[in-house]
Structure formats: C-alpha cells, structure tokens
C-alpha cells in the first residue's frame, strides 16, 4: 500500500540571455489499494537561484546537468512571509510539499471510489443527546 513517485523533466524556461530560470517537471504517482490502482499526475515549476558570474552556456548543458540542478532545488524550501513581513524557511521541503499534493489527489481518489461503491456511506449525528 506504499505510494510509488516519479518524474520526468518536461522543460525549462530562460530567459534572452539563454539562462536557465525554472524547470518543469511531470510528477506521477501510483497507489494500489484493495487490487485497485490509482494514479495523480503533477505539472511542477521549480524556480532556480539566479546564476553566477559564469554561467553555463545553455547549448552546452545535458540532462544529468539539469536533473541535478532540479533535485538539489527539491531538496531545499520555500520561503514563508508573514503579513507583517517577517520571512522564515517552510516546514517542508518542496519535494516534501509536492508528494503531499499528490497524496491527497490520490485519497480524494479512493474516497470518492468508496462513496460510488457505497462502502463510505456518511451518518450524521451526534455521539451523545438524542438520536
């Protein structure tokens, strides 16, 4: 019953000067749950850190370049601001924060597979007082 992740680089955008600001990324992830497989798909857009004084020509990069690149910004996190500006690192990663979104996709899935085979069936009321 444990969820399988993947990805797959999709893209990348840059900007005039051919430098690399953000990748794209396709997510999936599988659950198999009572013989039954479900599936969430993810389209992620992960901003990169500006580039340094010598940035790599972007004819010159390759794939094992910019999957690097991708999983050390997974592995960082986002930055938080409050209404009175105060920033702080987030409590999760943003590897962390995207399995998340694909969790709660695929439960949304089995629950609303459950209520079609009637075997989530609401009740209302309450477990004292009157019935």
Request: negative net charge; contains cysteine.
């Given at each position: 019953?444990?969820?399988?992740?993947?990805?797959?680089?999709?893209t990348c955008?840059?900007?005039?000067?051919?430098?690399?600001?953000?990748?794209?990324?396709?997510?999936?992830?599988?659950?198999?749950?009572?013989?039954?497989?479900?599936?969430?798909?993810?389209?992620?857009?992960?901003?990169?850190?500006?580039?340094?004084?010598?940035?790599?020509?972007y004819?010159?990069?390759?794939e094992?370049?910019?999957?690097?690149?991708?999983?050390?910004?997974?592995?960082?996190?986002?930055?938080?601001?409050?209404?009175?500006g105060?920033?702080?690192?987030?409590t999760?990663?943003?590897?962390e924060?995207?399995?998340?979104a694909l969790?709660?996709?695929?439960?949304?899935?089995?629950?609303?597979?459950?209520?079609?085979?009637?075997?989530?069936?609401?009740?209302?009321?309450?477990?004292?007082?009157?019935?």
């Amino acid at each position: 019953m444990a969820t399988t992740y993947s990805y797959t680089l999709k893209t990348c955008f840059r900007d005039q000067s051919d430098i690399i600001t953000a990748i794209v990324a396709d997510w999936t992830a599988q659950k198999t749950v009572d013989a039954v497989t479900y599936e969430s798909k993810y389209t992620q857009v992960v901003q990169l850190d500006a580039a340094g004084s010598s940035p790599i020509s972007y004819g010159t990069l390759d794939e094992a370049t910019l999957k690097t690149w991708y999983e050390n910004k997974l592995s960082t996190k986002k930055t938080v601001t409050d209404v009175s500006g105060n920033s702080t690192p987030d409590t999760r990663t943003i590897e962390e924060e995207t399995k998340q979104a694909l969790d709660a996709d695929i439960e949304g899935q089995i629950y609303d597979k459950g209520v079609q085979d009637n075997t989530f069936i609401p009740k209302s009321g309450l477990p004292f007082g009157s019935s």
